[in-house]
């Protein structure tokens, strides 16, 4: 068995050759797409590992042409443009794999030993070839080319998949970059926020109702599900989902249609499902919260979302898109120094993406310079950053209380609602930060009512809309 290999850095072609040799493969090696060309028309090679960028051009714009001419052996794609539009083109040509550098060597050859076993190559490449301006992520820092492979490794099915990560790190555009370069993309794409809508309208939302169905309902309504026909349906905070709901959204998964409340007539649904939580759900599972069943129906290709502390290398890369962004928007054009760009890498953005994104766009309109630098953007990040906490039980909230009585020092007999007033409205802020500005989430997360705290929210002067979120 033969494999014909095409990179232009010697010292990689070495340990390629040696990795496969030692799998019992021999190995040409060549470095130009013509030589590519010449050897595959006076031989027949198991597989072509190839690079992206070669002396006379771009390695993946030709493989269309080889892919047609020697359909039955299998290709893997290596490169150094760690990019999501990279993976999707090396997804586009029907490669077996792709590989973004630096790489195991040892994956590699295993990769090789399957794609030449299987004897076929992926099924067919994505016909948009124009796909690569304006795509929804960024960042490639090896935490997040785990998650274009695993994107790419989608886009020709329509198997389930289950996003997971933290708030803020980007969930639902990576649904929306699934559906926007899959075979749906024609569809509709719906988002639907499971956490977000009532318990006891849910199911009305997801399938549907029929007139008379309940007080209210003057005429049919379609439900997500019919709405996302040919489409995808994305279902967010699926963690949580009431239980009765789940059992419902179950039944619809495993039939492929639903009935809509109040109905008696099953529909049929072509819709892809992708769903998203930021929470762990095998403990949900434990505690009789979410079902198991629904968990293995959904979780069918998961894929994890890193956190921006994990993907630090991200962050220069995101902090000046969102600078164009924000310049697109109609704020001040600046531009982001190495220093400013580093200072940026060392925070913690506990929010991840979305965090750094609102604090960017604050940025663009507050610096007075139009090159933000590390001086410039120190002040900027004091006022978002919170004081240092002190070691020992209590020790940041007795300093923080001690600190407040100093500068703020109410009048007497009114110390202690101001105190209140003072603690609640971080207290609310943070909680409606973590449910997305959802008050139903945010008040039972406080255990309190929730016209309680839309009460105190008005007195506070906390507006929910701001800390609404996109996944």
């Given at each position: 068995m033969t494999v014909l290999l095409v990179e232009d850095d010697a010292s990689i072609a070495i340990v390629i050759t040696a990795a496969l040799e030692a799998e019992g493969f021999d190995v040409v090696h060549c470095d130009t797409i013509v030589q590519r060309d010449c050897l595959l028309d006076n031989q027949r090679f198991s597989a072509l590992v190839t690079d992206v960028m070669l002396p006379d051009g771009d390695g993946i714009e030709t493989l269309g042409g080889v892919h047609e001419r020697f359909p039955a052996m299998p290709i893997i794609i290596l490169s150094a443009q760690n990019t999501l539009d990279t993976a999707v083109r090396a997804s586009d040509t029907g490669a077996f794999e792709y590989f973004p550098k630096p790489f195991d060597i040892d994956e590699l050859a295993r990769t090789v030993r399957q794609a030449v076993g299987a004897g076929t190559v992926m099924a067919e490449s994505v016909e948009d070839g124009t796909i690569g301006e304006g795509l929804p992520l960024v960042g490639r820092s090896a935490a997040m080319q785990t998650v274009y492979r695993m994107i790419t490794r989608v886009l020709r099915n329509d198997l389930t998949v289950l996003i997971l990560g933290e708030s803020g790190t980007g969930k639902e555009l990576v649904a929306e970059a699934i559906h926007q370069l899959g075979g749906r993309r024609d569809g509709p794409f719906v988002a639907v926020n499971t956490a977000a809508i009532p318990a006891e309208l849910i199911e009305s939302e997801l399938f549907g109702h029929e007139k008379g169905a309940f007080t209210g309902a003057v005429a049919r309504h379609l439900g997500k599900f019919e709405q996302a026909e040919g489409g995808t349906l994305f279902l967010d905070e699926i963690?949580?989902?009431?239980?009765?709901?789940?059992?419902?959204?179950?039944?619809?998964?495993?039939?492929?249609?639903?009935?809509?409340?109040?109905g008696r007539e099953e529909v049929k649904v072509d819709a892809r499902i992708v769903a998203a939580t930021n929470k762990d759900l095998e403990p949900l599972i434990a505690a009789g919260q979410f079902r198991e069943d629904l968990y293995y129906r959904l979780n069918v290709v998961p894929i994890t979302l890193p956190a921006l502390r994990e993907r630090t290398d991200d962050i220069p890369a995101l902090a000046r898109h969102f600078l164009k962004a924000a310049a697109a928007e109609g704020l001040p054009r600046r531009q982001l120094s190495s220093d400013a760009a580093a200072l940026l890498s060392r925070q913690s953005w506990r929010g991840n993406v979305r965090e750094l994104r609102n604090f960017v766009y604050r940025m663009a309109l507050l610096a007075r310079e139009d090159t933000i630098d590390?001086?410039?953007?120190?002040?900027?990040?004091?006022?978002?950053?919170?004081?240092?906490?002190?070691?020992?039980?209590?020790?940041?909230?007795?300093?923080?209380?001690?600190?407040?009585?100093?500068?703020?020092?109410?009048?007497?007999?009114?110390v202690y609602d101001a105190a209140l007033a003072a603690f609640e409205r971080p207290l609310f802020a943070e909680i409606l930060r973590e449910t997305g500005g959802n008050q139903v989430r945010a008040a039972q997360q406080l255990g309190i009512n929730r016209n309680t705290l839309r009460k105190r929210l008005g007195e506070l002067a906390l507006d929910p809309e701001e800390f609404a979120r996109r996944s």
């Amino acid at each position: 068995m033969t494999v014909l290999l095409v990179e232009d850095d010697a010292s990689i072609a070495i340990v390629i050759t040696a990795a496969l040799e030692a799998e019992g493969f021999d190995v040409v090696h060549c470095d130009t797409i013509v030589q590519r060309d010449c050897l595959l028309d006076n031989q027949r090679f198991s597989a072509l590992v190839t690079d992206v960028m070669l002396p006379d051009g771009d390695g993946i714009e030709t493989l269309g042409g080889v892919h047609e001419r020697f359909p039955a052996m299998p290709i893997i794609i290596l490169s150094a443009q760690n990019t999501l539009d990279t993976a999707v083109r090396a997804s586009d040509t029907g490669a077996f794999e792709y590989f973004p550098k630096p790489f195991d060597i040892d994956e590699l050859a295993r990769t090789v030993r399957q794609a030449v076993g299987a004897g076929t190559v992926m099924a067919e490449s994505v016909e948009d070839g124009t796909i690569g301006e304006g795509l929804p992520l960024v960042g490639r820092s090896a935490a997040m080319q785990t998650v274009y492979r695993m994107i790419t490794r989608v886009l020709r099915n329509d198997l389930t998949v289950l996003i997971l990560g933290e708030s803020g790190t980007g969930k639902e555009l990576v649904a929306e970059a699934i559906h926007q370069l899959g075979g749906r993309r024609d569809g509709p794409f719906v988002a639907v926020n499971t956490a977000a809508i009532p318990a006891e309208l849910i199911e009305s939302e997801l399938f549907g109702h029929e007139k008379g169905a309940f007080t209210g309902a003057v005429a049919r309504h379609l439900g997500k599900f019919e709405q996302a026909e040919g489409g995808t349906l994305f279902l967010d905070e699926i963690g949580d989902m009431p239980m009765q709901a789940q059992t419902r959204l179950l039944r619809a998964l495993q039939s492929g249609s639903i009935r809509r409340v109040g109905g008696r007539e099953e529909v049929k649904v072509d819709a892809r499902i992708v769903a998203a939580t930021n929470k762990d759900l095998e403990p949900l599972i434990a505690a009789g919260q979410f079902r198991e069943d629904l968990y293995y129906r959904l979780n069918v290709v998961p894929i994890t979302l890193p956190a921006l502390r994990e993907r630090t290398d991200d962050i220069p890369a995101l902090a000046r898109h969102f600078l164009k962004a924000a310049a697109a928007e109609g704020l001040p054009r600046r531009q982001l120094s190495s220093d400013a760009a580093a200072l940026l890498s060392r925070q913690s953005w506990r929010g991840n993406v979305r965090e750094l994104r609102n604090f960017v766009y604050r940025m663009a309109l507050l610096a007075r310079e139009d090159t933000i630098d590390a001086a410039n953007l120190t002040p900027l990040l004091d006022q978002v950053r919170p004081a240092p906490a002190e070691t020992g039980e209590g020790g940041a909230i007795d300093t923080a209380v001690s600190r407040w009585l100093a500068e703020v020092r109410p009048v007497s007999g009114t110390v202690y609602d101001a105190a209140l007033a003072a603690f609640e409205r971080p207290l609310f802020a943070e909680i409606l930060r973590e449910t997305g500005g959802n008050q139903v989430r945010a008040a039972q997360q406080l255990g309190i009512n929730r016209n309680t705290l839309r009460k105190r929210l008005g007195e506070l002067a906390l507006d929910p809309e701001e800390f609404a979120r996109r996944s």
